[in-house]
Each structure stands twice: as C-alpha cells, then as structure tokens.
C-alpha cells in the first residue's frame, strides 16, 4: 500500500504542477494587462485616462486574485461514473476551454460536498489532496459508487475524520475540503430573504456562515462586492479567532465586525453585568435616551443678560429650563432632530427676551434682527444649544439624577467605570446617531490673506459678496462662485465715493434676495482689497459633490445571534433595512439576559419576515463523551446535537487549589495543542497568566474551540448570571479532544 500511495500523489503531484505552471501564465497575463493600462494614458486625452484606470483596476483585482489563491490551491477530485474526472480548488482555472482547476463555489463542484453513498451524484470517488505548498504531501480517499470503482485506488480513513483529528490553531481554518451535504445545503441556499442556520456545539455554524458569505460573492460578485456583505460577531476575540477563513477562501471584501465595533469610533471588548446589561438592552433604553438628549447639557449657561434701548433683559435658570420645554414641544410637533433645532432655539429665546421689554415704543422685527445678530446671543446660543454627539450624551447618565426609575443607580454607575464604554452601550450610542441628527456642519474657514492677495494668472472664485473699484472700470460687485463683475456701477459713482457705492451695491444684493445690514473688509477675485457684506442670513453652505456617500449592505450575517438583545437588534436592523440576512446560532447556548425565547421572535426583532430554516444535525468536533457530559446543563426542550465523533476524554475533580490543580493538569497535556482555562470572570481575573495555555473569561468564550480545556469552578459560572446554566453549557463544548473540571465548590446539580 505505501507504493500504491507514492504512485498516487505522484500522479496528482504532475496535475498541481501544471496548474501552477498556468498560473505562472495567468500571472504573466495581468502584468501585461496592467502595462497596457499605462500605456493608454501616454494619449493625453480623457479616453485614455479613463480606460488606463479601468484596466490597471481590472488587473490589479486579477493579481490580487491569483496570489490570495497561491497556498493550498488544489485540494480536490472527483471521479465520475462516465469517466470524468474534475479536480477541485480555491479558484477556476482554465487552459482555454479546458478546465484545468474547478472553483469550489461553482455548480460542478456541488458533488464534491453533496455526495454519499446512499446519493452518490454518480460520483465514484471523491478524493481529498493535501497540499504544503505546491507540493502535495498526502490522499484521503471516500469511496462512493463501489460497483462503478473499476481500477481507481482507494487509500485513507476518510478525509472527514482526517481533518477532525487535527489539532486545532489559535485561528478557526476554513472547511472547504470537508463540508459535508447539510453545510452545503446552507451554503448555497439563495441569497434573497432570510437564512436562519441553527445548530448545536461542532456542527459548523460559523464556518458556513463565511463560506455562505464567499459563495454569495462568487455568484453574485458585481452585486455584493466592494464591501457589500456584513458580517457580525459576538466580540473582538471572536471576530479575531474567525478572522483568517474568509481571506484563505480568497475574499477580503467582507466587513467582519464585532457587535462592540458597530459603532465608527469605538472598540468596545467589555461586557456589563447581567443586571445592567439587561437594562441596557431593554427597548426602554429608547425612552431614556430621548428623554436625556433634550436635558440641558453639563455646563450650559444659566442666565442670559442682554442690553437692548437701554434696557437690561435676563432670562433667568428657571425661565431657560421653560424654554427649553418649549424647544422641544416645537420640534417634535414639525420632526426636527436636537442638532438641527438651534434655528428653533433661538426663535424660543428671542420671544422670551421680547417679553421681557417695555415695547410700546419698538419695533419687534427690528429687535429680533438687531438682538439675534449680536455675538453675545449667538456665544450664548452655542453654549446652551451645542451640537451634540452620542459618546458626550451617553456619558451624561454617569449623573442618577439624569434617569428616573428605579434602574438610575444601576445604570449610572456604569458609566463611572474608567474602562470607558462597554459592548453593551454600543447599540445605545448607534440609537442615539438616529435621534440627535447630524450636527450643522462646521463654518468653512475663510482663505488666508496671504492666498488671496497672492498673484496668479486666474482670477479666483469667491465664497460671498465683494464690492471692489477697478482702477479703469470703476465700482464692481462680485457674486459667490463667479469670476467675473456681476455688476458695474458705472462712470455715475466716483472711484472715492465708498459710501455711496455700497448703498448702490445693497440695493443690487436685495434684489438677489438678501439684505445688507453692514460691511466689512475683505477681498475680491483679483486678490484686491474691497468690502464684503453682513447679510442678514448667511448665505448657504455650498455642499461639495464628492462628499463620499456611505453605501448599504445588502448581505448581513449574523453569527451567535441568539444573544441579541433587544437594542442590539435595533442596531443590526438599521444595517440590515435594504440587505437579505443570514443567522446563525444556537438557542441552547442563548446566555443574555434579554434573549429572545424563540427565532420567530428574534427575526421580528429584526424586522424581517420571509425567512427558511436550515438545521444543522450533526457535530464535528466536540467528541461524544463531551457531548453527553455538557448536554446536562442544556435547558429543558432543547434537542442536544448528536456528535460524529466518538470518545473523548472527560475528567471531573474536586481540588483544594484551583489554581495549583489547574497548573498540574497543564503539564499532562501535549506541548503542541491549544489549551485554554476557562473560568467566571472574576475568578479568570486572579488567575493570572498560566503557561502554555490562554485564560478565558467565560463571558468571552462563546464560538472559540480548543484541543483541551480546563474549566474551573462551574458553580461560579452558573452563579454569575440569570443564564449562567447556558454560559456553562457553551463553557463545557469548547473542547474537541480532553475536558478537564475543577472545583472546590459542590457542582451544581444539574451535572451531579
């Protein structure tokens, strides 16, 4: 047999060469694709720019292709019962019309995963190529239409369980040789709608869920390129840990984000306790924040003080809290956002000042342009009325007397934590983005003098208004965005009379619309000194036309979702408006506070409705003993997964020392595996760095997988939380070979 083997991967070692060798090819291609592209732009004309740009794009996306690809490219065959034999690969490649490598996303590569011997798609053997490199280094043989087999040789134990018996890495590796007919099934399922994928512990969740997310890009590449696919985890470890599946698949367009990133700005990796997370989490939270960004901001001003024909006016505290009442009532009754409400908020306190003057002799309009003008009112109004964003809006609830109820204590101590904001606050920031508006953009700074003055061949465009005199043409009047005079006073008013031409240059202004109530100095295109207008309202902000425009996701994944809470659903719903969704998760391992009871009511938290389920039966990785063991702690109803494995290794031990028994466990386990200590997360803060293995809050360990793990003091974990029996149930199949539980306290009774 050991000849028949070397005769064999020699025979697949000539087929990965000459795969390689027309890669070479391939690679030679897009170099000279990216030459032409270059030499297009040698024209000088806007054509040849534009096909340049296109063609260096189109082969600098083939480069990156082909290289992403270069490791482990070939790892399949299939034999077929009419003589056909396909090898299968991370990409299509192509000798004309000869398919020399088949993409395993492609529908011809469909039988690779689908067959079995009951179905064999008439399929005779499916072999699996393990490649270092380019060198193939190894065969697994499944033999699926043994009548049809004639002379094919048949070698190995099956490539599944060759891959199961890998030790793990300190990332997750890709499945893309071993997906077996039910994860295919999931994988290709159509994008449209919703996808909910649920399994237990090992049966490849996640895994399908990035492999879904490579097999929609290959199908669908022009749609949901260009970062048109989300995908979202439970935390930063999590998203870390998956990070290198989808890139080894050859796909770097998907954003992978942690429910703690979803926010621009914030990296939140800290979980709350129960206690608050629910309280975060409920749809309350939605009442107290909008309550909260209508408050009066920390530090605002609490008088007004205005002079005004002789007369001192004052709006006193309570007098502002009143109007800030009533700014509120104006806005929600017309659907005007807090940053956009300052217009709103100095009309209220302009009516208030008015109130408070002996008017019979004045003018109120006069007093509204003249008082709303000064720069006292307006520092004052940026004072009490500023633009707000969500982190500083948030961090008011550090005050209890900010919150009603009686969560005010719970929930503003949180926020006194130093750590800064938590995973939990993530979806309230991303909610409050939606109810505070977008603040006014800042006012463009004017340009230097120096720029302006400085001399040039053009003249330049400017932002307002100019009065200037021309040594020859006299007087001229320049509008926002022209070059030239749009207007010329004419031989009627003298070079010297400024007075009168800005009486001349006031009446042309109002006639465009806008009213003069003074001037200053300023300057006109040719960089010449001249008189720029005060106008009464400020001319509009030109909006630049390359503002870059954020688009929407169409594909949002969810791994673990069934710890969504409700505001964490909010938040995933905004980004999921116009996008089909795949979930995934597992409700046995549904460990918030605020979980929901079922996935009929997760999916309406997310506000989707059309949706096809897909149940993922079998485990792969956490061994039969494990499994049984860990299913103990699962809640009543909930069906435990059957596992492909058999055996493992279990021990059960009360100690007298967690921690010395923890470091003597260690020193039994193999130097070359993943291990990981995995306790509550105040006893994991103790214990320190341990070698050789990773210490795990259990909070933090949900989606991870280890070779061996040792969990400490499962009555703790249980205690920790409302769900703590879900927490230990997700805590006790984290391991895919040995399973080692310490304790020093009574087990709860559940594992009795």
Avoid at 412 to 428: I, M
Wanted: net charge negative.
């Amino acid at each position: 047999m050991p000849a028949v083997r070397t005769q064999e991967i020699a025979a697949e070692q000539q087929v990965v060469d000459r795969i390689y060798q027309r890669l070479d090819v391939l690679r030679e291609q897009a170099r000279a694709l990216e030459g032409e592209g270059h030499q297009r732009a040698t024209t000088r004309s806007a054509t040849g720019l534009v096909e340049r740009d296109a063609i260096v794009h189109r082969a600098a996306s083939r480069m990156h292709e082909l290289d992403a690809e270069a490791d482990g490219l070939v790892f399949g065959r299939l034999d077929f019962t009419d003589g056909d034999t396909y090898h299968i690969g991370r990409l299509g490649v192509r000798d004309g019309i000869e398919p020399l490598l088949v993409d395993w996303r492609a529908p011809a590569a469909a039988p690779f995963y689908r067959a079995t011997t009951g179905d064999p798609l008439d399929v005779v053997r499916r072999r699996v190529i393990f490649c270092r490199g380019e060198r193939v280094v190894d065969l697994d043989d499944d033999l699926l239409s043994p009548d049809a087999s004639g002379d094919l040789r048949v070698l190995g134990e099956g490539a599944l369980l060759a891959a199961l018996r890998r030790s793990r890495g300190p990332h997750m590796r890709d499945i893309v040789t071993t997906i077996q007919r039910e994860q295919d099934e999931a994988i290709r399922a159509p994008a449209r709608g919703v996808t909910l994928i649920t399994g237990g512990p090992g049966t490849g969740k996640t895994q399908v869920a990035l492999h879904r997310a490579a097999y929609l890009l290959y199908t669908d590449r022009g749609r949901f390129t260009a970062g048109r696919i989300l995908v979202v985890g439970p935390s930063t470890v999590f998203t870390d840990y998956i990070g290198r599946v989808l890139p080894s698949l050859g796909e770097d367009s998907v954003h992978l984000r942690a429910i703690g990133e979803l926010f621009d700005g914030v990296t939140a990796t800290r979980r709350d306790r129960a206690e608050v997370a629910r309280i975060k989490g409920s749809e309350r939270m939605r009442e107290v924040l909008t309550e909260l960004m209508w408050q009066t901001p920390p530090g605002a001003p609490d008088k007004l003080r205005v002079v005004y024909a002789g007369q001192v006016l004052t709006i006193g505290a309570n007098d502002l809290s009143a109007a800030r009442t009533r700014v509120r009532a104006r806005c929600e009754a017309d659907g005007t956002l807090p940053n956009s409400a300052r217009p709103t908020a100095a009309a209220v306190l302009l009516d208030e000042l008015w109130s408070t003057v002996d008017a019979d002799h004045l003018d109120r309009e006069l007093f509204v342009d003249e008082v709303g003008d000064r720069g006292e009112f307006q520092r004052f109004l940026r004072a009490w009325w500023p633009a707000l964003t969500p982190t500083a809006v948030l961090s008011w609830l550090a005050d209890p007397a900010r919150v009603a109820g009686p969560d005010a204590s719970t929930l503003s101590a949180s926020y006194r934590d130093p750590s800064g904001f938590s995973v939990d606050d993530v979806p309230l920031l991303d909610e409050l983005t939606g109810l505070l508006g977008d603040p006014p953009p800042p006012p463009r700074a004017p340009k230097p003098e120096w720029q302006l003055r400085e001399l040039t061949s053009d003249r330049r465009l400017v932002d307002t208004f100019v009065l200037s005199c021309g040594l020859q043409e006299g007087w001229e009047l320049y509008a926002p965005g022209l070059a030239t005079p749009m207007a010329l006073a004419g031989k009627g008013i003298d070079n010297d009379a400024a007075g009168l031409a800005q009486r001349w240059a006031e009446a042309v202004i109002l006639r465009e619309g806008h009213k003069v109530v003074g001037w200053t100095d300023g300057f006109d295109p040719h960089g010449e000194e001249g008189y720029v207008p005060v106008l009464a309202e400020p001319l509009p902000v030109t909006e630049t036309d390359d503002a870059p425009v954020e688009e929407p996701y169409l594909h949002v994944i969810v791994d673990e979702a069934q710890d969504l809470s409700p505001m964490e659903s909010r938040m995933i719903a905004r980004r999921a408006a116009y996008a089909s969704m795949t979930i995934v998760g597992d409700l046995g391992q549904a460990t918030h506070p605020l979980a929901a009871d079922s996935w009929p009511d997760l999916v309406a938290r997310l506000g989707k409705h059309e949706v096809r389920t897909l149940d993922l039966h079998t485990g792969y990785r956490v061994p039969q003993t494990i499994a049984d063991y860990a299913a103990r702690a699962l809640a009543p109803g909930i069906e435990p997964t059957r596992s492909y494995q058999p055996g493992g290794s279990l021990e059960v031990r009360r100690v007298d020392d967690l921690t010395a028994a923890a470091r003597e466990a260690l020193q039994e386990l193999p130097p070359d595996a993943t291990v990981a200590v995995i306790a509550a997360d105040d006893l994991a803060a103790t214990l320190g760095d341990l070698p050789g293995a990773a210490v795990v809050p259990a909070s933090m360990v949900k989606g991870l997988e280890y070779d061996h793990v040792i969990v400490l003091e499962p009555a703790d974990i249980v205690a920790a939380e409302p769900r703590g029996l879900a927490r230990l149930y997700v805590t006790l199949t984290r391991a895919v070979a040995s399973l080692v539980v310490l304790h020093q306290k009574p087990l709860p009774r559940e594992l009795g």
